[in-house]
């Protein structure tokens, strides 16, 4: 349990100010009022977390936050902003566009959405009171948290997104989330995806920063799937360099579902984002991928929590993480099984690699079990590039750089490898050669 | 008597209440005031007839605990403790600071007899204890420390071998140089609480070059009704020596809940090894988890010279609680640390151990392998972390943690931290938790072995390559132990 912390810096006496009077002009009211001073009870009451805070140990809020910007209004030129955006440009998807946060319906394929699939943008949403809010929050392991917390109390748009049953989507959806602005500014976008009992969908998500002011974006993403459903996921981290990036994905996964969610990070100044997972049925199957690359002085934390609620279920987790320059990577991995969860089968890996002499790599995989018929494992790994290996390559006449930069693509690539969908990977491929080609 | 009737006899006679150490000595204890304040610590020091500075050192430290919190952190539960409820120092009332073994009150004497501990050394040297084994005992009795073994034959080879209170009067400076300077008087509550009260405890110098002619222990009991044991053991290698130290521990069985927090500092100077055992079995409480010994322990070793090596060895079955992460401080070049544990927890027990391994100097290297057991309706966490600095080139560890359940009601954790800031440190951790496979418990009981021996012999294959680093004599104790306390927690 964290300890009640009174407010103190400046960004926390702005944001407990920036609640009080932005709170009458959010949208929702009854109960949806009542959820947002309710996440805001917590935040206030918790500050911003600090090293002192267990699960935020390595990346410490309260002093990169020494403002709380102010939350974006809808940008003037939202489709111009979009227009911008390059993520995923090459993979023939549906979108749906957000520009600091918000929906924009003219950079949106509303009109021609597949059949089975409906999309209500959250504002709207709010306002009315929509059925589907209900399936926010219901994952418990990530109650409590404060990134999810906050975006609770502020969210302002986003969508709302359902998948009939046995809809099987053959066009991927893409939830591009694009920030730019001239002064500092936060966003809270929010996306609920209900993929109802056996429907399978493909889901991309990418969030990039096109301006030039610094900015804290705060996103969540909640996924429900139902019964024997589908998804793959994938996201894409390519902020600004100066921006702090949280963002959090909460999944509720049925019985005898599927799903793979990757990560790949290469944006954002400090990004943290956290994935909470429970499974609440039986024969479900879960892969979990990160791929993380850093320079500069770059902080990215890559947080799990996968919940073993129910009996008979598998998870596999693979994360890499590639540090150069003085940056740090963190992983925090927690797998957790429940006393009636016999038979899960998890295992967890982290490996990182380390490119200079002033990265850092934080892992800390944690197991949690309290079934006795499991069969449950960790590893993480963290050095430097194996000096046989590149002296192999190097003896066959390929340039240090040249040796280092297959060394790593290799070492990222097996995290890549988890998305099916070719073009997708193709994208996420280039994306890595480009990194690696900065460095060279 | 049917084979079914057999076992189910044998497991009913050895019960978790079975703790084979849990009888009480009765003899008159003097004892200090209940409670803690500034005149307790003042009596303590007055009566270990300590130094000024040494009483000073204590009394900064209780102040500095007054404004301590107690740490939360650890995965275990218990009620609030009393500190004021707690008797901080007992000694036996009858000369309780004997010149030689025949001035030792016989009950004690006893005691030890009954625990398998030798005091006496010419018995010991007789053979009665088997000859070859020979090992220098310090018995701690509660506050005390009664007799320690061997003293002389040990100043011949020019190693310092006392308790903590004698060195205190005799050797204050190298007291004064190293106490605390591995876990300062600040360091956690309990260890601030140990520097205020602490009581007695081990004291041993090898000094430059010499080889420790045999294996120093310590025999930490706990007899007194409230009391809370703070013993303090300070361990110097010199340059190039060598010493292998072992401490065991037991307690009577009580239906309230008894105090131990200690604080173990090694120093191993350069090309200094330092090899450290323990078998812990305080008193684990009874089946319903009344009673039973809170082990809140402070062990740490620095290795402060180039190729120093320390080693860790722990085989914990005891306590209700324990709380304990023995580490090393790597911080000569070329140093070494391990650590190798079993912790066992069955009935109630709750285990948050681990170790830390600081890697600071150049080419350092660690191992850990930790081994967790869970039975009963116990909880087992492995706790541990691995770091390497700036300057910790070359840096290299391995992490290996298991943990075997044992029963759907119990529960095994691991909480390892590895924070890497140097490229070419190379840090390999892996950890597993499963059951018994069902296909090795075919394989065994197909071969006519019971369930009990089955598990045992399983147990006892998972935790080898710790058992292969225990010294001869505790070894064996310590596979004995195991099959004890996994007794009954089949079926």
Redo the contacts between chains.
């Keep these: ?1 964290a300890e009640i912390t009174p407010i103190r810096t400046a960004a926390e006496v702005a944001l407990v100010e920036r609640f009080a009077s932005l709170k009458d002009r959010l949208p929702g009211s009854g109960d949806i009022a009542r959820r947002r001073d309710e996440a805001f009870a917590l935040v206030a009451a918790a500050g911003l977390p600090n090293r002192r805070v ?1 699960e935020w140990k390595y990346t410490d809020l309260r002093n990169a936050v020494r403002e709380a910007a102010p939350l974006a209004e809808r940008p003037a030129d939202a489709a111009g902003l979009v227009d911008r955006a390059s993520a995923f440009a090459g993979v023939d998807a549906v979108r749906l566009s957000f520009a600091n946060g918000h929906f924009v319906a003219e950079r949106s394929d509303l009109a021609v959405l597949p059949a089975g699939v409906t999309v209500t943008p959250l504002a709207a949403a709010l306002a009315q009171g929509h059925p589907l809010l209900a399936e926010m929050g219901k994952v418990a392991v990530a109650r409590g948290n404060f990134a999810l917390a906050l975006n609770s109390a502020f969210m302002v748009d986003g969508a709302l997104v359902k998948v009939a049953a046995g809809t099987a989507v053959d066009k991927a959806l893409h939830l591009r989330f694009v920030n730019g602005g001239t002064a500092p500014f936060a966003t809270a976008p929010r996306v609920v995806i209900l993929v109802e009992d056996g429907a399978s969908v493909t889901i991309l998500e990418s969030h990039e920063g096109v301006g030039t002011a610094a900015y804290q974006a705060n996103s969540v993403v909640e996924l429900v799937a139902g019964k024997g459903t589908a998804v793959a996921h994938t996201r894409l981290n390519a902020e600004q360099v100066d921006a702090i990036s949280l963002s959090t994905l909460a999944v509720t996964l049925g019985a005898e579902a599927r799903l793979t969610s990757l990560g790949v990070v290469t944006g954002g100044g400090l990004s943290r984002h956290q994935v909470f997972l429970a499974f609440s049925g039986e024969q479900s199957s879960l892969t979990l991928g990160g791929a993380t690359m850093l320079r500069g002085r770059q902080h990215a934390d890559t947080t799990l929590v996968v919940d073993h609620a129910v009996p008979h279920c598998e998870s596999r987790e693979l994360f890499k993480t590639v540090v150069d320059g003085e940056a740090t990577g963190v992983f925090q991995g927690k797998i957790i099984v429940r ?1 009636d969860a ?1 038979k899960t089968d998890g295992r967890m890996m982290s490996a ?1 690699l ?31 590039l194996d000096d046989d290996l590149l002296f192999y390559l190097m003896a066959r006449g390929l340039p240090r750089a040249a040796a280092e930069a297959l060394l790593v693509q290799a070492f990222i690539g097996e995290a890549l490898e988890l998305v099916e969908d070719e073009a997708v990977r193709g994208e996420l491929v280039a994306r890595a050669e480009a990194w690696l080609a900065e460095r060279a | 008597m049917p084979a079914v009737q057999e076992t189910v006899e044998r497991v009913k006679a050895i019960d978790v209440e079975q703790y084979k150490y849990g009888f009480e000595t009765q003899i008159e204890m003097d004892k200090a005031p209940k409670g803690l304040n500034e005149d307790i610590v003042r009596l303590i020091s007055a009566k270990k007839g300590e130094p000024e500075w040494m009483t000073e050192w204590r009394l900064e430290a209780f102040r500095r605990w007054q404004t301590m919190r107690e740490p939360k952190w650890a995965r275990v539960n218990y009620p609030p403790i009393d500190y004021q409820d707690l008797y901080y120092y007992a000694a036996p009332k009858k000369n309780p600071a004997p010149k030689s073994l025949d001035e030792v009150d016989p009950e004690i004497l006893k005691t030890y007899e009954k625990l398998g501990i030798p005091l006496r050394e010419q018995e010991i040297l007789a053979g009665v204890e088997g000859a070859g084994s020979r090992v220098a005992v310090d018995a701690v009795f509660d506050s005390v420390s009664v007799v320690t073994t061997f003293k002389e034959e040990l100043k011949k080879a020019g190693v310092i071998f006392c308790s903590i209170s004698e060195a205190i009067r005799e050797y204050p400076d190298l007291v004064r140089k190293y106490l605390g300077s591995v876990v300062p008087v600040s360091d956690n509550f309990f260890a601030t609480l140990n520097s205020a009260v602490f009581t007695d405890g081990s004291f041993v110098y090898v000094p430059e070059g010499v080889r420790c002619p045999m294996e120093l222990s310590t025999y930490f009991r706990i007899n007194e009704r409230k009391t809370g044991q703070f013993e303090r053991t300070l361990i110097i290698a010199d340059k190039g020596a060598y010493v292998s130290y072992l401490e065991g521990c037991t307690a009577p069985a009580r239906d309230e809940n008894q105090l131990h927090a200690a604080v173990v500092e090694l120093i191993a100077l350069d090309d200094a090894e330092i090899k450290y055992s323990t078998v812990q079995n305080w008193y684990p409480g009874d089946a319903e988890g009344r009673g039973g010994v809170y082990n809140f322990v402070t062990k740490r070793g620095d290795c402060r010279g180039a190729n120093s090596k320390i080693s860790w060895t722990q085989v914990e079955t005891g306590s209700a609680i324990t709380w304990k992460y023995p580490s090393c401080i790597l911080r000569g070049d070329n140093s070494r640390g391990e650590f190798y544990s079993i912790a066992i927890s069955t009935g109630h027990q709750q285990v948050d151990s681990g170790t830390k391994m600081i890697h600071l100097g150049k080419n350092t290297t660690s191992r850990i392998i930790s081994k967790g057991i869970a039975a009963g309706r116990s909880e087992n966490t492995y706790r541990g972390l691995v770091s390497a600095h700036r300057k910790a080139t070359g840096a290299r560890n391995f992490t290996n943690c298991d943990s075997l359940l044992i029963g759907d009601k119990c529960g095994a954790h691991t909480v390892p931290y590895i924070e890497s800031k140097n490229a070419s440190a190379i840090f390999e951790h892996e950890a597993t938790t499963s059951k018994i496979s069902d296909d090795q418990m075919f394989y065994c009981l197909q071969r006519g072995l019971d369930e009990e021996e089955a598990v045992a012999l399983i147990v006892n294959g998972f935790v080898k390559d710790v058992l292969q680093q225990l010294p001869m004599e505790f070894a064996v104790e310590a596979q004995k132990l195991i099959s004890i306390s996994l007794e009954g927690s089949v079926g």
């Design positions: 349990m267990e006393p016999q990182a380390l490119l200079s002499e002033t990265a850092t790599m934080n892992n800390k995989p944690e197991l949690e079990i309290f079934a006795d018929d499991v069969q449950c494992a960790h590893g993480a790994t963290c050095g430097a």
